[in-house]
């Protein structure tokens, strides 16, 4: 399932949403156009996650200048390819605006870096000594998910579904959307993990999708909703 747009209203304009979207775009340009192949590769290894690096389980001297936790932070701003991004930054301006609009301009920057974090540190746990660069936003959009999946359940969101052999729009209510999405999430990674000894080559970083949503729901219910100030308009006559 596609989600296409959603009906929540929201009552201020989320500039740190287009923040995020701003920067993630930017520093994919400079991949792309700045960056050949052999650089890029290098930049990932760089300022993507390592696991094995992190866990210790394979010495990062052996691959890179430095050893650092920058990554956990950095990674979430790379992308892999062109789909990776839109992908990603299609579902951040669906539903990242309302979570803003509820949390507050700082409060939303926080809770989308810690969402990012909270999701490296499960797929660095499930994949200790991989030595696959990971990279995205998608694990601290996860965590918007999350908190939209508690703030809005009811809230409708078109979908492109897919019926047999043709595609239909449908509104569809968020629980539907994003519970379906998470539980899609936790069964392909419990997969991957159990083919876990027979894994070469890169992939989704499943646990990493799942622990930015459960990081979303958990800090939702932790963090204060924004105090909003009520404009009074007089008339005189």
């Known amino acids: 399932m596609i989600p296409i747009r959603d009906d929540a209203p929201r009552y201020s304009t989320p500039y740190v949403n287009y923040f995020l979207i701003g920067l993630n775009v930017l520093v994919f340009f400079y991949e792309v156009f700045v960056l050949n192949a052999r650089a890029r590769d290098a930049f990932f290894y760089e300022f993507g996650v390592v696991p094995g690096w992190i866990t210790g389980a394979v ?8 050893f650092s936790l920058l990554p956990i932070a950095t990674s979430m701003f790379l992308h892999a390819s062109w789909l990776h991004l839109i992908a990603n930054m299609w579902v951040l301006w669906i539903f990242g605006d309302n979570i803003e609009d509820h949390l507050g301009h700082f409060l939303y920057l926080i809770f989308y870096l810690v969402s ?19 990279v995205g936003a998608s694990g601290a959009i996860a965590g918007i998910m999350g908190a939209y999946f508690m ?7 078109l979908t492109l579904v897919p019926i047999i052999f043709f595609f239909s729009f449908i509104w569809l ?3 539907i959307v994003l519970g379906y999405w998470f539980v899609v999430q936790f069964l392909s990674g419990a997969a991957t993990s159990i083919a876990y000894s027979h894994q070469t080559g890169g992939g989704i970083a499943f ?11 958990v800090m939702i219910k932790i963090l204060p909703q924004r105090i909003r100030r009520t404009r009074y308009q007089y008339y005189r006559s």
């Open 116 to 134: 990012g974090i909270a999701a490296s540190f499960l797929h660095i746990l499930f994949n200790p000594a991989s030595t696959i660069p990971s």
């Open 151 to 157: 703030l809005f359940p009811s809230a409708r969101v």
């Open 207 to 217: 646990w990493a999708h799942v622990g930015g949503f459960v990081a979303g729901i």
């Open 173 to 175: 209510p968020a629980w």
């Open 59 to 66: 010495p990062y001297y052996l691959h890179a200048p430095s």
